[in-house]
């Protein structure tokens, strides 16, 4: 996470028990979590786990828990970027490697492998977002702003304010904490 949340106070969700969560429970149900409390959403490696029916469940909740001045910051794999390695037939050659090991366009496009082939089905991905699609998905709750950029790392990062538009000065300093 970006050093901008260095002194936040951090609240994980997560459906699986063992990652030891704060909250046990799908981003697509938040009811434990009051209205406008939070400063922040950071959702990194979520959405892409969701069918794509529960993606604008989610995005209500993100929305619903939002304080008004409050953003969300999404990060997915670009699938438009990965196809370009599905293109050359490299579907099952190591793109990068993460902590949990090595990277292939396989795993970006339906979820760590490795992890699933141990039954960790929830790391499946049952969704998927290109630049134009993210954009889509985002205009459906009534977020203030929304941007979308391209990460070199094939992922796409959005973020989204709740109700208010983002002077210059707000963007270019947001943006740039979150490394985006």
């Not at 949990?100 to 969704?127: E, N, R, W, Y």
């Not at 950029?149 to 973020?159: D, G, H, I, K, S």
Request: include cysteine; hydrophobic fraction near 45%.
């Amino acid at each position: 996470m970006p050093s901008l949340f260095d002194d936040w106070q951090e609240l994980r969700v997560d459906v699986d028990p063992a990652s030891q969560p704060d909250l046990l429970s799908s981003i697509t149900d938040l009811s434990a979590i009051p209205n406008g409390i939070a400063n922040a959403v950071w959702s990194s490696h979520c959405l892409e786990h969701l069918y794509a029916h529960q993606v604008g469940q989610a995005l209500q909740e993100f929305w619903r828990i939002l304080a008004d001045d409050g953003f969300v910051c999404i990060i997915v794999p670009d699938l438009q970027a990965v196809a370009s390695y599905v293109a050359a037939d490299q579907l099952h050659q190591v793109v990068y490697q993460s902590p949990v090991g090595p990277i292939t366009a396989h795993d970006m496009l339906f979820g760590f492998g490795a992890a699933v082939a141990q039954g960790h089905t929830s790391m499946a991905h049952k969704c998927g977002f290109t630049p134009s699609a993210m954009v889509q998905c985002l205009s459906g709750p009534p977020f203030g702003e929304v941007i979308v950029r391209r990460r070199p790392t094939l992922e796409l990062a959005a973020v989204c304010t709740k109700k208010h538009a983002l002077t210059e000065a707000q963007r270019e300093a947001l943006l740039s904490a979150l490394e985006l």
